[in-house]
């Protein structure tokens, strides 16, 4: 059975750093592409942030570009995401997904192509606010 389970949300002022974690079982780590999402409160969801589990390439939003930072533990079967500057506008859900087409997770983060990624997290809560 396929799982990704998100940790790491939380409360944390404007300006501060959290770091997400992914953890995902049941499938062949360098087969997919794992790619962090966020969907603000009434917004719809979107793209931040993915990466190549085989070769660790990676693609970041407009958002996300210099503020934060997707890695990879292939001995712990683990994404995460360092997020820096964290804003208000951060706020929301984030949800990890995986995929074995890389193009489906490069355009989801790009916003040029609406596709739906083939497993998904429950997602963490992250809280930017003073």
């Known amino acids: 059975e396929v799982q990704l389970v998100e940790f790491g949300g939380g409360l944390v002022q404007p300006g501060g750093s959290l770091r997400l974690s992914c953890e995902v079982s049941?499938?062949?780590?360098?087969?997919?592409?794992i790619a962090w999402f966020h969907q603000a409160p009434g917004k719809e969801r979107e793209g931040v942030s993915c990466?190549?589990?085989?070769?660790?390439?990676?693609v970041y939003s407009d958002s996300a570009t210099g503020r934060f930072t997707i890695s990879r533990d292939r001995a712990k079967s683990t994404v995460y995401l360092q997020m820096r500057s964290l804003k208000p506008e951060d706020t929301g859900v984030y949800y990890c997904?995986?995929?074995?087409?890389?193009?489906?997770?490069?355009?989801?983060?790009?916003?040029?192509?609406?596709?739906?990624?083939?497993?998904w997290g429950k997602g963490t809560l992250v809280t930017v606010s003073s």
């Open positions: 990466i190549s589990m085989s070769d660790g390439y990676k």
């Open positions: 049941g499938f062949l780590f360098d087969d997919y592409t």
């Open positions: 997904a995986a995929d074995q087409t890389l193009y489906k997770a490069i355009a989801s983060v790009r916003r040029t192509g609406n596709y739906v990624m083939g497993y």
